[in-house]
């Protein structure tokens, strides 16, 4: 191995150390429903056990300092009967309503809305949808958020640093050292724009850490800041 290899491999590791120890500092233990969840239904057609699960996964794993940031904010996700999609959003205008499995808006405070479909039909979806979809999800509000405490913008905003990290690691999940699952890769393949991408990155750190990162290590590490700048500047204690 010549030295210039052994460098590289130094500066890897190291780069992936910080990277682990940043996952570590913002990450708090598991919550239980005694903590309460901001999820609830939007009519008696959903099933409350889909409303269980989705609970579980949101406890499970968004970190509980953003967890109480966005409470804090009037946070709240509301799970929608997949033949009634989007019933709260005014959706005139939209195309293909019915294939929208969640979507985030913030215009009274922060909603997440997510479809039935993935947890009451989940053959009909790739592997962990409704984990995919609600981290997802919550990603928008990462980049939201981040933009308004740094005084950005109130919009999705990318920076021009995660642009540049997105274009040049936008296909990793195509190489063979990639070892994400391939239900999380039909995510990521379908995120062709930046700020789709931002959310997806966020819901693989939330659910496949070390891969997200070992694929990702760019916008992985452009994520975690933004979390990590969040929880350090959000005023909730």
Not at 34 to 56: H, I, L, N, Q, R
Not at 76 to 93: K, Q
Not at 106 to 133: F, H, N, Y
Request: proline share 5%; hydrophobic share 40%.
């Amino acid at each position: 191995m010549s030295k210039y290899s052994c460098a590289v491999s130094k500066k890897t590791f190291i780069k992936f150390l910080a990277l682990a120890l940043l996952v570590l500092s913002i990450w708090s233990p598991l919550r239980s429903y005694a903590d309460g969840s901001p999820v609830s239904k939007c009519s008696s057609t959903v099933k409350d056990s889909t409303v269980t699960t989705y609970s579980t996964y949101y406890l499970s794993f968004i970190p509980a300092a953003l967890q109480d940031i966005y409470v804090a904010d009037g946070g709240n996700i509301r799970v929608y009967a997949e033949n009634d999609p989007l019933p709260e959003i005014d959706t005139s205008g939209w195309t293909n309503v019915g294939n929208i499995i969640g979507y985030f808006e913030w215009s009274s405070g922060p909603l997440i809305m997510l479809s039935t479909k993935p947890v009451e039909r989940p053959k009909a979806c790739v592997t962990d949808q409704a984990q995919i979809s609600i981290c997802h999800e919550f990603g928008h509000y990462i980049t939201i958020k981040s933009n308004m405490l740094r005084g950005i913008s109130t919009d999705y905003r990318i920076s021009a640093e995660f642009e540049a990290a997105f274009n040049a690691e936008k296909n990793n999940y195509t190489l063979s050292s990639c070892k994400l699952p391939s239900g999380y890769k039909k995510n990521i393949s379908r995120a062709a724009a930046s700020v789709e991408f931002y959310a997806t990155i966020f819901a693989g750190l939330m659910l496949y850490p070390e891969d997200t990162m070992a694929t990702f290590p760019t916008c992985s590490a452009l994520v975690l800041d933004d979390m990590n700048y969040i929880i350090n500047n959000a005023g909730v204690k």
